[in-house]
């Protein structure tokens, strides 16, 4: 069964970090990009970040509101995906999600929403 169990949210006063982790059993990463996606209250959710698979590059992408601040990673060995987020802030605090695209797509679908897996989320805030 697959299983996508994120960890590592909480609160932070702005400029401070926080590292993301989601554990992922019953699937590997070398076919499928991974990503990070986020909810704010009142906002639609929008992807954050995402790593391509194997099969493709292992390239990254960032949204702009993000780029320079977090690093998305994974251990392949260990089947973990991870979001080193630095320099936070309040706009950063949402519901942050971990996704597994479907095997054999590439980053485009992931990062446009069609999702395989969805993890149950972390909550991440960001005070002033």
């Known amino acids: 069964q697959v299983q996508l169990v994120e960890s590592g949210g909480g609160s932070v006063q702005a400029g401070g970090s926080l590292r993301l982790s989601c554990a992922v059993s019953g699937l590997t990463f070398s076919s499928r990009c991974m990503g990070w996606f986020r909810q704010a209250p009142g906002k639609e959710r929008e992807g954050v970040a995402v790593i391509a698979s194997d099969k493709s590059d292992g390239s990254t992408t960032y949204a702009d509101s993000v780029n320079l601040r977090f690093t998305i990673s994974k251990d392949k060995d260990k089947n973990t995906l991870f979001l080193q987020m630095n320099s936070l802030e309040p706009e950063d605090t949402a519901m942050y999600y971990c996704?597994?695209?479907?095997?054999?797509?590439?980053?485009?679908?992931?990062?446009?929403?069609?999702?395989?897996?969805w993890g149950r989320g972390v909550q991440v805030t960001v005070s002033s």
């Open positions: 996704a597994a695209g479907r095997a054999y797509y590439d980053c485009p679908e992931l990062w446009r929403g069609d999702v395989d897996y």
